[in-house]
């Protein structure tokens, strides 16, 4: 066991666990902790001592400075490129450029958030950074929020108004404190603890037999759902239209009932599915991996497109400078 811990350490073939739970924020990513992410792309990188990607920038900002923060899911995150192939820094390089002006992008991605969870993020741990803009990176599925982790921030509607709950089980708390020197310490039991709670999310005989499992005729929950929950509603009714804008990642529009509440708080959209579809209607498909011959999460053209076309709608919107 300990040769093979060590084979799979220095391989990288699985990494220890890449998160802590803290007071501010639930769980969360480990302060300077080092990965190398294979899958789709090929990454190697570290969480800044401020616990997000990218340079660490610090929560006061220099003055004449423009500070952008990101929000959205495992499409923000990016662990498929490195730093310098992310939209991130490519963005942070365009908008220097064009604005000749400094300019500090800072990466808050985290796979899995929908719309509630970054909501809650910012509120607990982003605005302390003190960002100009904050743009929402959504896809249809994130407005309809899970909050499922017990040990993350959840959100609620309490006297007409939204909380942000930092109330953790207990019970988690314990078990998490008791496992987690085992977890971020040893790439083996982590590998297994992962498999354990994707066996449980998704059911062990539908990832045995993949697509041979017995598919159900039940439409998708998504399909089933005709009305924005509250909670959503209220997200974006307690968004600030000069400071927050939600952009659409999904390769198709968003919801009807969703963008007329935009458009009923003046909140700004930027659509990145049409350049998305324009570059797969052309024959290059921002999904599609080449060298895996896989299709996911935007590769390094993908994210080329999408940092240029946020930083012409930004200009375009004026009041960055």
Same mark, same amino acid.
């Not at 314990?174 to 449980?200: E, G, P």
């Not at 997200?235 to 963008?259: A, G, S, T, Y």
């Given at each position: 066991m300990v040769i093979l811990e060590f084979f799979v350490s220095v391989t990288f073939i699985a990494e220890q666990s890449n998160n802590d739970v803290y007071n501010d924020i639930g769980r969360g990513?480990?302060?300077?902790?080092?990965?190398?992410?294979?899958?789709?792309g090929f990454s190697i990188g570290q969480f800044n001592e401020y616990r997000y990607m990218g340079p660490g920038y610090p929560y006061k900002k220099k003055s004449g400075t423009i500070r952008i923060a990101l929000l959205g899911d495992s499409?923000?995150?990016?662990f498929q490129v490195f730093d310098r192939n992310h939209f991130r820094k490519l963005l942070e390089e365009e908008l220097k450029r064009k604005l000749n002006q400094d300019v500090e992008i800072l990466n808050f991605g985290r796979s899995g958030f929908?719309?509630?969870d970054m909501y809650c993020y910012n509120e607990s741990f982003v605005s302390a950074f003190n960002p100009d803009v904050s743009l929402y990176f959504i896809s249809n599925a994130d407005l309809y929020p899970k909050m499922t982790d017990p040990l993350q921030l959840t959100l609620k509607f309490a006297n007409d108004s939204l909380v942000v709950s930092k109330q953790f089980p207990i019970q988690y708390i314990q078990v998490f404190n008791k496992t987690k020197w085992l977890i971020q310490h040893?790439? &083996?039991?982590?590998?297994?603890?992962n498999c354990r709670k994707i066996a449980n999310a998704e059911g062990v005989m539908p990832i045995l037999f993949d697509k041979l499992y017995p598919i159900s005729t039940e439409e998708s929950s998504l399909e089933k759902k005709f009305k924005l929950p509250v909670i959503t509603a209220e997200i974006v009714n307690n968004m600030d239209p000069d400071q927050d &804008?939600?952009?659409?990642?999904d390769n198709k529009n968003l919801e009807l009932e969703f963008l007329e509440l935009l458009n009923e708080n003046e909140l700004s959209l930027i659509q990145v599915s049409d350049t998305i579809n324009y570059m797969k209607e052309n024959g290059v498909d921002p999904n599609y991996w080449i060298a895996t011959k896989k299709y996911g999460h935007w590769n390094q053209n993908g994210h080329k497109a999408v940092a240029k076309i946020i930083a012409d709608r930004l200009i375009d919107r004026n009041g960055l400078n």
């Amino acid at each position: 066991m300990v040769i093979l811990e060590f084979f799979v350490s220095v391989t990288f073939i699985a990494e220890q666990s890449n998160n802590d739970v803290y007071n501010d924020i639930g769980r969360g990513r480990r302060a300077g902790f080092q990965y190398v992410k294979f899958g789709e792309g090929f990454s190697i990188g570290q969480f800044n001592e401020y616990r997000y990607m990218g340079p660490g920038y610090p929560y006061k900002k220099k003055s004449g400075t423009i500070r952008i923060a990101l929000l959205g899911d495992s499409y923000v995150e990016g662990f498929q490129v490195f730093d310098r192939n992310h939209f991130r820094k490519l963005l942070e390089e365009e908008l220097k450029r064009k604005l000749n002006q400094d300019v500090e992008i800072l990466n808050f991605g985290r796979s899995g958030f929908d719309l509630a969870d970054m909501y809650c993020y910012n509120e607990s741990f982003v605005s302390a950074f003190n960002p100009d803009v904050s743009l929402y990176f959504i896809s249809n599925a994130d407005l309809y929020p899970k909050m499922t982790d017990p040990l993350q921030l959840t959100l609620k509607f309490a006297n007409d108004s939204l909380v942000v709950s930092k109330q953790f089980p207990i019970q988690y708390i314990q078990v998490f404190n008791k496992t987690k020197w085992l977890i971020q310490h040893s790439s &083996i039991l982590n590998m297994l603890n992962n498999c354990r709670k994707i066996a449980n999310a998704e059911g062990v005989m539908p990832i045995l037999f993949d697509k041979l499992y017995p598919i159900s005729t039940e439409e998708s929950s998504l399909e089933k759902k005709f009305k924005l929950p509250v909670i959503t509603a209220e997200i974006v009714n307690n968004m600030d239209p000069d400071q927050d &804008i939600i952009v659409n990642r999904d390769n198709k529009n968003l919801e009807l009932e969703f963008l007329e509440l935009l458009n009923e708080n003046e909140l700004s959209l930027i659509q990145v599915s049409d350049t998305i579809n324009y570059m797969k209607e052309n024959g290059v498909d921002p999904n599609y991996w080449i060298a895996t011959k896989k299709y996911g999460h935007w590769n390094q053209n993908g994210h080329k497109a999408v940092a240029k076309i946020i930083a012409d709608r930004l200009i375009d919107r004026n009041g960055l400078n």
